[in-house]
């Protein structure tokens, strides 16, 4: 069997040459490409792609596979469930079959549907009108349905579009750790509103972009980010991409009017970056070497982002920095103005700007709707209601437009559905990791102010970031916390750090 | 018959769809990649030049050029030499000879020869100790001599190897030409070193990166590069190259230290990005949407570097910009003064920092040596030697290091042997191409003197650009200019100019 996984090594490293050239391409989409070159871009991207999923399909692997004794029950094949051979076999039977099961002829009708998805998309966005996007929506929808069928699943549709971002996470589990999150997340919003609210003007002031990339810059590298495989690129719209084992970059986007966008940002992808560059050496350069599921990856990019760099600590330690980057800005800005300023809770529309607090509940909402969408129960057509009725129900405000509403993300019209859920367990697993930290080094709070990072990239490297895919994202919570996902944690990490801020 | 190039036009569009994706990533690797990931690159650019000439080389292309009524004595097939299908299959035949004359073995033992010879290369040159790159020169050579074998030729193997860099160009016609030029060159550079050197020392001074990045910006735009469909970035060693038919990127390297390597190198990109962005649409796509050959390529870049951008008239036209970005530095050096430092000749070792007049005699020294190594009457045992002697020759000076002599250049570690002749021939046409164009508007030096630079560039799309390769380097020279290629245009464009600046 060692000379069957050698064979599909060395296909699936081609494979993952083909994607890395076409992150490369797509980096430079996103970065630095001149607006006339983009049509042929997509040609491009869509060659290698095609390239990338031949190797992946070719029927070799299938053979090879099929002789590693891979099957839907034992996945990881007659290497065993528990070694690093087993979770190769894993993953890669997954990809596999997830690929052959999807008729070439529904990728193809997929594509389409999601290319005209997302112009229409942007049109109805732009004039705010659900109609224009209504008929794209019902065609996404019932092809991504569809893929669902043809991929398979044990309980719910649902499952098999989850997978996809995902990996062996299923709809019951979700259902169930949102639910007891639901009413807490309610319950705290409730209680901060009935407090006075926290001052944050002092973050809509000029501040020059030079001096956001410098001191953003320099807070990375502190972090822990490795510059010597890996760089900070500005786009639209920020993200971390890996176009190699040692090429991880991440990318920001700063706002002269407003501090908040620029620094959080880039700590939030960096959160992502130190993820991709912690895999063991063992794992490089093979399909395990990327982060388990998308869940996980947000757990590291909202940890570094709200639970350090939103931290008293965080900013104890970084606050006289502020100060020389920013004088005139900041001279009069106490700490405890400053951390109460950048953890300022308010229920909004739209869910990209929420704060910590509500952020669930704008995806509990989307679980909510995409549920009812995919099992039939509720019609595109009736959506606009359903989606004001679920924001009153949850945040306790109704958008009074479609853009503050259902048009509010590329997302649908991208046939990612199934996707909004792995952004609260981003949250989720967050949290319980957090305690399990602070359940080692005990004083979290001293080693932040301190700044000493290290320490925890050191004990996310080790906990975590090294296994890249070799566990799935369910074995690595109950490794590194001792149980399965639950919700307590991250309702008490909420509970304690707005108690201090709103003083309930 | 015209469904057979439909067929081979859609696998060349993969092909060059490949070759796009390969120049993505590496303009990544001269531009922004992080060190540690240079490694890794390597191997996705093998992997995705691989991939391009398994399509260039696949059976039904050769199956489709036979049915075409292709061959060695008609490559353009039934489609007939004067036509632009005729040209597609005359580019395509060459091309696909070529790769499958070249043994797979032979194309791996290059590869791994020319990988070591590199590095031997640099460590030789970083040492000044020819002997270290002795061993892997003489197998570079001997891999080179046997390419030129497999391809075949009619007179000479140089021939087999010109013909990559400088399609359907010949020994033999190089050195006629050649001949004449070098006395001329000879002569031209014995009489100005008579005269009393220029002074040049103003070009020396200090010169904010930014202030130069700006200047030089708004020169290249305003001598007509569309920045719509193309960019520019910093480089160690400045290139051109095309990521897609609307995507041509130029580089550029700025000296604090120096005012002319920054924006005379960009200026030289900007002619070679005016030919890649000058293509007809009805070639956009195809393999004719590129250079017919070097040669015409470094016409261009020439043409603009140095006939225009090192002209007098177009210092009128620019020095007042020059002394509002530079005050101090040029607030006192008035044109004439200007106009002769630029062009300062003065014979040096180095081939790169040569002057317009001493350049040429540098690339026939070389073409001397290349010519005999390639015959067998020169050992690379004895090149030390040789180069001296022909530097003494040519040049009048003679290197006493072989850093400043035979081990100057990276190209023959590289194996291009063959490549040299481009540089010359590129300041030989873009004279006799200067001399038509003067034939037209007649004033040339109005023309600049007021900026019209547009009116180059038009002349230049329409007689040169436009085509792309679906002309042979010949048939341009002859089409343009109404004759072939000779030294006399070149002669007579240095004789006139110089005469004027060191007054004989």
């Not at 600590?313 to 103005?337: C, I, M, N």
Request: include cysteine.
């Amino acid at each position: 069997m060692r000379d069957y996984i050698g064979e599909l090594k060395g296909m699936t490293r081609e494979y993952q040459l083909l994607n890395e050239s076409s992150a490369i391409l797509a980096w430079d989409q996103e970065t630095y490409i001149p607006p006339a070159a983009l049509p042929e871009r997509g040609e491009q991207l869509a060659l290698l792609q095609s390239l990338a999923h031949k190797k992946l399909t070719s029927p070799r692997v299938g053979e090879l596979l099929a002789a590693c004794g891979c099957s839907d029950d034992a996945p990881w094949g007659s290497a065993g469930a528990d070694t690093r051979d087993g979770a190769y076999l894993r993953e890669l039977y997954r990809a596999y079959t997830r690929q052959i099961r999807i008729p070439s002829t529904l990728v193809e009708a997929i594509a389409r549907a999601t290319s005209a998805g997302q112009a229409a998309w942007a049109e109805a966005r732009g004039k705010n009108d659900f109609a224009l996007f209504k008929p794209y929506l019902e065609k996404v929808l019932s092809l991504v349905v569809e893929k669902a069928q043809a991929v398979g699943y044990q309980d719910h549709p649902y499952d098999a579009l989850l997978d996809e971002y995902e990996p062996w996470m299923t709809t019951s589990e979700i259902s169930r750790v949102f639910s007891g999150l639901e009413s807490s997340l309610k319950g705290l919003a409730s209680r901060i509103s009935e407090r006075p609210q926290v001052d944050d003007a002092f973050l809509y002031q000029s501040f020059s972009l030079e001096k956001q990339r410098k001191f953003a810059r320099q807070i990375v590298k502190e972090l822990g980010f490795d510059f010597s495989g890996g760089r900070i690129d500005e786009t639209a719209h920020p993200f971390t991409t890996t176009l190699g084992a040692r090429d991880v970059r991440i990318t920001g986007r700063f706002r002269e009017e407003y501090f908040g966008t620029g620094l959080f940002g880039l700590i939030h992808e960096t959160g992502h970056a130190l993820y991709e560059q912690g895999f063991d050496e063992e794992i490089t350069g093979n399909i395990l070497a990327t982060g388990t599921s998308l869940g996980i990856h947000e757990s590291q990019s909202r940890t570094w982002e709200n639970v350090v760099g939103r931290s008293r600590a965080f900013w104890e330690h970084y606050l006289p920095l502020a100060r020389e980057y920013f004088p005139s800005q900041f001279k009069d800005v106490g700490l405890d103005t400053f951390y109460r300023g950048i953890n300022r809770v308010s229920p909004t529309h739209i869910r990209i700007d929420a704060d910590e607090v509500t952020y669930g509940l704008h995806i509990i909402l989307r679980f909510r709707l995409e549920l009812a969408l995919v099992r039939g129960d509720l019609k595109v057509d009736d959506l606009t209601g359903a989606w004001r009725e679920a924001s009153r129900d949850l945040l306790g405000i109704e958008p009074e437009t479609s853009a503050e509403g259902e048009l509010q993300d590329i997302h649908w019209s991208m046939g990612a559905i199934g996707y909004f859920p792995t952004y609260a367990l981003g949250n989720l697993y967050g949290a319980q990791f957090w305690a399990a930290f602070e359940n080692t080094v005990h004083d979290t709070d001293t080693l932040i102010r301190n700044g000493d990072f290290p320490v925890l990239r050191n004990w996310l490297r080790d906990s975590i970031h090294r296994h890249g895919a070799s566990k799935t994202a369910g074995e690595l919570c109950r490794e590194v916390s001792g149980e399965d996902l639950k919700p307590d944690f991250l309702q008490d990490y909420l509970e304690n750090k707005y108690r201090g801020i709103y003083g309930f």
